[in-house]
Each structure stands twice: as structure tokens, then as C-alpha cells.
């Protein structure tokens, strides 16, 4: 871990975590996605590594930049389509996040996610990957109206925790999720290899991960959410 001090033991009790590049890698099924919508308007294919770099906002926000503005609605409509008929399959667990979330649970704290990823998609995901048993709540704009940096998301999750904030940490893998747990009150992880570069996430000043188990090691098993 590098970046500022850790998150202080014994004080957290519930842990909100980002999906997409925290826990899951859905890239894959994303890229066909973009590149179904974009094959409509006669576009290039974009590579999985390009999209990476782009998710994270929210759809309507990644089709406005693959698409333009002006298509962005359409692409929107193009995207869902394709991405209902294969997300299920082409999500995979990220190495130690089950493990991390069973061990976690195990310990004492209470769970959820919030990511800008519809709530009708993750949970299922989560299901899939065996790692909803261990969540108090799943969140995504479908939940609250409004897609992270907007903190409502978070709120809702530590609400349905009962969790404080001043108890409650975010995890993610974007500077993004850094600014929403800012402004949700949260303190913040990161784990590096998501959407945003290290060198981005270091300059947030947050404490970076370099990988999802590190957290086991911030988080003793004094958890009583």
C-alpha cells in the first residue's frame, strides 16, 4: 500500500465497495457492447484497453464520448440491448475479491456496492459470482436516480447498513470513486488496476492498494455493523 496513512483500525464497521474494476472485470462485455453501438453509426471498433479508460461515469456519459452527443441516446438504447444478452457470462471475479468479501463478512462488517453500474445488472453479476450472499445492498442509479461522483449511492448503502459514515469506508479503483466517497463523508481505498491509472489514484492522496486482498490487512476483525 502507498499514499497517505491507512484507514484507522478498529474504527470501521461497514465497507461500501465499487464494482466494475474492484471487484469484476466486465470489461470485455462492455468493449463488444460500445463496439455494437458504434458499428451502427459505421464507427471503428475500440479496443478493450481504450474502453477501460472511459467507463466509470455512467452510460450516458461513456456513449456520448464513443459516440458524440448527439448519438449518445441511441448508442445508450444499442448498448443495453447487446449488454443484456451477455453480461452474465462475460463478468468475471477479479482475483481475491470473493475471498476478501467472504473473509470480511466473517469478521463482523457489513457490506454493499455502489457503482455507476445499473443495480438490474450488478446484482445479478454478484449472484453469479457467488458474492451476493455477502452484501447488505446493491446500489446503482436505477437505485437512487443519480450516478456517482454524486453521493447518494453511498447513502443509501450505508442506510440500509446502518452504518455512519464516520464507521464506513469506499472502496474503489478511480479517481471518481475517491471524489464520491469525499462528498458521501467516507474515508477512501483504492486498489489499483481499474480504470484509473496509479499514478492518478496516488495523487488523490488516498491510500492505494495493489490489490484487493490488502485491505484484509487495514481491516482487523473488530467489525459490529
Not at 461515469?57 to 448527439?70: C, I, T
Request: net charge neutral; with cysteine; proline share 6%.
Amino acid at each position: 500500500m502507498d499514499g497517505a496513512a491507512a484507514v484507522p483500525q478498529g474504527k470501521v464497521r461497514g465497507v461500501v465497495f465499487d464494482l466494475d474494476g474492484t471487484l469484476v472485470d466486465s470489461y470485455e462485455a462492455i468493449a463488444r457492447s460500445v463496439n455494437r453501438a458504434r458499428s451502427a453509426f459505421a464507427l471503428a471498433p475500440l479496443g478493450t484497453d481504450d474502453v477501460r479508460v472511459r467507463v466509470g461515469r455512467g452510460l450516458e456519459s461513456l456513449m456520448a464520448d464513443v459516440l458524440g452527443p448527439d448519438r449518445a441516446a441511441e448508442g445508450v438504447r444499442l448498448f443495453r440491448e447487446h449488454y443484456a444478452g451477455i453480461f452474465a457470462d462475460s463478468t468475471t471475479a477479479l482475483p481475491g475479491a470473493l475471498e476478501t468479501l467472504r473473509e470480511l463478512h466473517r469478521r463482523g462488517f457489513g457490506l454493499s456496492v455502489a457503482s455507476n453500474k445499473p443495480a438490474r445488472f450488478g446484482a445479478p453479476i454478484l449472484e453469479r459470482l457467488g458474492m451476493l450472499p455477502y452484501l447488505r445492498a446493491v446500489a446503482g442509479p436505477d437505485t437512487v436516480g443519480t450516478a456517482k461522483p454524486d453521493p447518494a449511492m453511498l447513502r443509501w448503502c450505508l442506510r440500509e447498513m446502518g452504518a455512519d459514515p464516520r464507521v464506513a469506508v469506499y472502496v474503489g479503483d478511480m479517481v471518481l470513486d475517491a471524489e464520491t466517497g469525499a462528498r458521501a463523508g467516507l474515508d477512501v481505498l483504492l486498489v489499483a488496476g481499474g480504470s484509473s491509472s496509479i499514478e492518478d489514484l496516488r495523487a488523490t492522496g488516498r491510500p492505494v492498494l495493489s490489490s484487493i486482498e490488502g485491505i484484509l490487512d487495514l481491516l482487523p476483525a473488530s467489525g459490529r455493523a
